[in-house]
C-alpha cells in the first residue's frame, strides 16, 4: 500500500464513530466553546512542568522586569523566542515600549529572585546583581542559567496575555541546573 492509497483510505472514514462535536467541526460547523473553570484549567495545566526565567529591560527610568514561565523558542532560522506577559503586568508596558528585552533562564538557586519579580510594586532590582547585556544593555542577573536578549519584532493577542516574539540578538549559557515550576510550587531538576 502506498502513502496515496493511506490517503484514499483516510477520506473512506464514516462520521459514525465520531461525537456529535467532531461530526458537526467535520461539516464546518461551528465548535462550540464549553465553560472552563479558572481553577480547573490552573490545576490541570500546573501539571506540565516548566523553566523559570525572569524578563528585563532599561529604559530612561532605570530596569524593569517580571517573572516570566511563559518562555518558549520559537524559530532557529530567524533565530526567535516568544515570551507571553500578563496583560495587568506593571512591567511589561515599559518592556514594550522599549522594544528590547532580555529573557534570563534562572538556576536552581534563585527561587527567590524568581519570587522578588513576581512581585507587584516592589523595587525588584534592590540588592539584585546584574550587568548590561551586551547588544541591547537589558539587564542580565548575575547567576542566570542562561541570557537570552532580543528585540521586539511582534506583538499578537493571547486572552488576558500578550504573545510577544522576540528576535534574538545574543545569547550565552552556562553550566548548572534550572528552576523549574510544577503544580504551584518550584523544584530541582538531576540530569
Not at 84 to 112: H, K, M, T, Y
Not at 149 to 163: P, S
Request: charge should be negative.
Amino acid at each position: 500500500m502506498t502513502d496515496l492509497d493511506d490517503a484514499d483510505a483516510a477520506s473512506d472514514v464514516t462520521p459514525e464513530g465520531m461525537s456529535p462535536v467532531a461530526r458537526e467541526a467535520a461539516s464546518g460547523g461551528s465548535v462550540p466553546s464549553p465553560a472552563i473553570a479558572p481553577e480547573h484549567y490552573r490545576a490541570t495545566l500546573g501539571h506540565f512542568c516548566t523553566g523559570v526565567t525572569v524578563v528585563t529591560s532599561a529604559d530612561g527610568e532605570g530596569p524593569t522586569g517580571f517573572t516570566c514561565q511563559s518562555f518558549s523558542a520559537l524559530s532557529l532560522d530567524p533565530p526567535l523566542v516568544l515570551i507571553c506577559p500578563g496583560r495587568a503586568s506593571s512591567s511589561w508596558p515599559r518592556i514594550e515600549a522599549a522594544g528590547i528585552f532580555s529573557v534570563n533562564v534562572l538556576a536552581e538557586d534563585q527561587e527567590e529572585l524568581c519570587r522578588g519579580f513576581a512581585m507587584k510594586g516592589a523595587d525588584k532590582f534592590s540588592g539584585v546583581g546584574w550587568e548590561p547585556g551586551p547588544f541591547t544593555g537589558s539587564p542580565v542577573l548575575q547567576g542566570a542559567l542562561a541570557w537570552i536578549e532580543c528585540r521586539l519584532e511582534g506583538l499578537h493577542d493571547g486572552g488576558d496575555h500578550v504573545i510577544a516574539v522576540g528576535r534574538v540578538l545574543d545569547l550565552k549559557a552556562r553550566e548548572g541546573r534550572p528552576l523549574l515550576f510544577f503544580r504551584g510550587g518550584y523544584g530541582r531538576f538531576d540530569v
